[in-house]
């Protein structure tokens, strides 16, 4: 028995003869059972404690402490029962709050939890513990902004707390507010966290500032902690991609792949990978892959049918984007997709009927407010006109124009890529003599100036019913996951 144990043991024996000459001291009492539980002797603690409620069963500390005993026993219910009663006789108990709270948000119950805490809080607004538990309780019902301030408590009370800094960082992150994550985060590595939540929140803050060199040391710092963490492995992949490391990129993600095969953004990502390298076959198999495990993952789709139209396999194109139709349709993108591939494909008809159903989509949708909605039907607009044009109706086409530069003053420079790809001179020129009013003139040179000079209509083509499928080399955008707390 070590020195503190004979003491502790001899201040028990002194408690012991000192109420047994004051039995109704309480404050006497109190000690004894606290002494009793420090020693680890839990049933003379609760039979100290009961002879207190016996003489004063209001007593809150006894309360209190019978709650701390019942919840160290895993007896919840006793636990919840003793701080109720205690929180009912004092309502500014703090301890009892914060503990009434721990509980409630075990069981699941995440408002009462939230209640209490903040009861804890105002009662005891220098109990870091209670600031910490509130943070945590505001993040878990999606207040952010609430659960910051009272991080920011925690390192007022106390300046090293890491779990704190850990907070404020991920919070942070999330928010995009990246330089002030780095400054929490890397506060937190100086005072020696190795926690692996840690450094891949640093390592994706690193990745947004531009900081590739110290994105992938915080990055292979936390895959070190965690080497079979997926989704640290694919965004330090996603680094080394990025940092024209591409071998060592797909190297990561195919050895993510070995530990979870079905990793959905690996996958993707690996893709991409594989397609600069030149490897399109392998490339469009982890394309399918995705969409195998996700039937409506639009990225996988979109990248396979923008290699078939890099290959100039427009029919490969058509094929992938009407799978993505099928299982898509409440989404604009493959309407649209599908509109534009069966123009270049020389096919109208099938060009106009997309067009129409998304036209009529955004309609119903009432979806002219304002940004990316106006943007977006100043495309359709655009590929509307272009192709009522190609069909020989010039007035209307170039009506069609116009309204998009209405929506979008700048639309041919947001739709650069598909004029100077899609359309011909002879199609530009049709326009301007169709035109009747300035505005429509206006429009119509404004996609003049960008269309290519080498541009020639598609040859007329039959309506395909099953297109097939090829590949080809381009750009993409990785796929970023983001933090992780």
């Not at 007593?59 to 219910?77: E, P, R, S, T």
């Not at 005072?191 to 915080?218: E, Q, R």
């Not at 195919?254 to 996958?267: G, M, N, S, T, Y």
């Amino acid at each position: 028995m070590g020195t503190n144990e004979k003491a502790l043991d001899e201040i028990i024996s002194n408690l012991e003869r000192e109420v047994a000459l004051r039995p109704k001291d309480i404050p006497l009492r109190l000690q004894l059972s606290l002494s009793y539980m420090k020693k680890g002797r839990t049933e003379d603690a609760q039979k100290s404690l009961e002879d207190i409620l016996a003489i004063d069963k209001r007593n809150v500390d006894a309360l209190y402490y019978m709650g701390i005993l019942a919840a160290d026993q895993g007896d919840l219910d006793k636990a919840q029962e003793s701080f109720e009663k205690a929180v009912r006789i004092n309502a500014r108990h703090g301890p009892s709050h914060y503990f009434l709270g721990k509980i409630l948000a075990l069981r699941g119950n995440i408002e009462g939890a939230l209640k209490e805490s903040e009861k804890a809080v105002a009662a005891s607004p220098g109990n870091a513990l209670a600031h910490a538990q509130l943070g945590e309780l505001y993040i878990a019902v999606g207040r952010p902004a609430d659960s910051e301030k009272q991080w920011q408590r925690v390192l007022e009370l106390d300046p090293s707390n890491l779990q704190a800094l850990h907070n404020l960082g991920a919070i942070y992150t999330d928010m995009g507010k990246h330089s002030e994550a780095i400054s929490y985060l890397s506060r937190a590595v100086r005072l020696g966290s190795d926690n692996a939540g840690l450094h891949f929140n640093l390592g994706i803050c690193y990745l947004a500032t531009g900081d590739h060199a110290k994105a992938a040391t915080a990055l292979e710092k936390a895959n070190e902690l965690e080497p079979e963490n997926v989704v640290t492995m694919n965004a330090l992949g996603e680094v080394y991609a990025t940092s024209n490391q591409l071998d060592k990129a797909l190297e990561v993600w195919e050895k993510a792949l070995q530990i979870k095969p079905d990793a959905l953004f690996v996958l993707y990502n690996l893709g991409l990978g594989l397609f600069q390298k030149g490897r399109s076959d392998e490339a469009k198999s982890m394309w399918q892959k995705c969409i195998d495990i996700d039937p409506t993952y639009l990225p996988a789709y979109k990248n396979y049918a923008t290699a078939c139209t890099m290959a100039g396999d427009l029919e490969g194109a058509i094929a992938k984007w009407l799978d993505a139709y099928r299982v898509t349709p409440a989404l604009h993108e493959p309407y649209l997709a599908l509109g534009d591939l069966y123009f270049r494909n020389g096919q109208y008809d099938k060009a106009g009927e997309f067009v129409t159903r998304l036209t009529e989509k955004l309609d119903a949708a009432e979806s002219l407010a304002a940004g990316p909605d106006k943007e977006l039907r100043s495309s359709v607009e655009l590929l509307y006109g272009s192709i009522l044009l190609a069909r020989g109706q010039a007035k209307e086409g170039v009506e069609r124009w116009r309204r998009a530069m209405e929506l979008d003053p700048n639309f041919a420079l947001s739709n650069a890529s598909f004029i100077r790809k899609a359309l011909w001179p002879q199609l530009t020129e049709a326009a301007m003599n169709g035109a009747t009013t300035e505005d429509q003139r206006k429009a119509a040179r404004l996609v003049g100036s960008l269309t290519g000079e080498e541009g020639a209509p598609p040859p007329p083509r039959p309506e395909a019913t099953e297109p097939k499928t090829t590949e080809k080399k381009g750009g993409f955008s990785w796929f970023f996951r983001k933090k992780k707390k």
